[in-house]
């Protein structure tokens, strides 16, 4: 195996891990907020808290540092207009991923700590609220931007 499989290799793997751990997430806090339990409801963004900041991270990492190597070996270079899906696989995929490293980590964190203290409390907080809001609207757009990504290099011309 040469260097740009082991990039391609690292490049997937890590998209696999990003992708999942954001599904699982969306998947398992529906299931917890359709409980009404504010326990289970602090336990699930408590671990998805911990996937972002372990998994999520990783796989984030892995995509974007293998993704620009792939492009640097692939003779087309970083941010080339041409062809026109890496680079808007470039451009959407940073976008991606500066949103979850600077928007949806540290918001999982803050709505984790908030829905223990509404546990606590026995009712829904004002910043609970608001940061499960910001927390759906980053995490839908991330979503998307990793599903629109994926099918541009899914469906890219040879």
């Known amino acids: 195996m040469d260097i740009r499989g082991i990039m391609l290799f ?3 793997i890590g998209l696999a891990l990003w992708f999942g751990v954001t599904l699982s ?3 398992f806090a529906v299931r917890a907020n359709q409980t009404g339990d504010r326990t289970i409801i ?3 963004y408590r671990a998805s808290h911990r996937l972002l900041r372990g998994p999520g991270l990783l796989g ?4 974007t540092i293998a993704g620009f190597g792939l492009a640097g070996m692939g003779g087309y270079g970083v941010f080339r207009l041409t062809p026109h ?3 808007q696989m470039q451009v959407l995929g940073l976008i991606a991923f500066a ?3 600077a928007i949806q980590i540290p ?3 803050r709505l984790a700590r908030a829905a223990e203290a509404s546990a606590n409390a026995g009712e829904d907080s004002a910043s609970f609220v608001r940061f499960r809001k910001t927390n759906a609207i980053v995490a839908s757009i991330n979503g998307a931007l990793i599903l629109i990504v994926t099918v541009l290099g899914t ?3 040879m």
């Not at 984030?60 to 995509?63: H, I, N, Q, S, Y």
């Open 10 to 12: 690292l490049h997937l």
């Open 25 to 27: 997430i969306a998947l």
């Open 42 to 44: 602090a336990f699930a």
């Open 60 to 63: 984030m990492l892995l995509t």
């Open 85 to 87: 899906w890496q680079f």
């Open 99 to 101: 949103l979850a490293v």
């Open 107 to 109: 918001n999982s964190g």
């Open 155 to 157: 469906i890219r011309p």
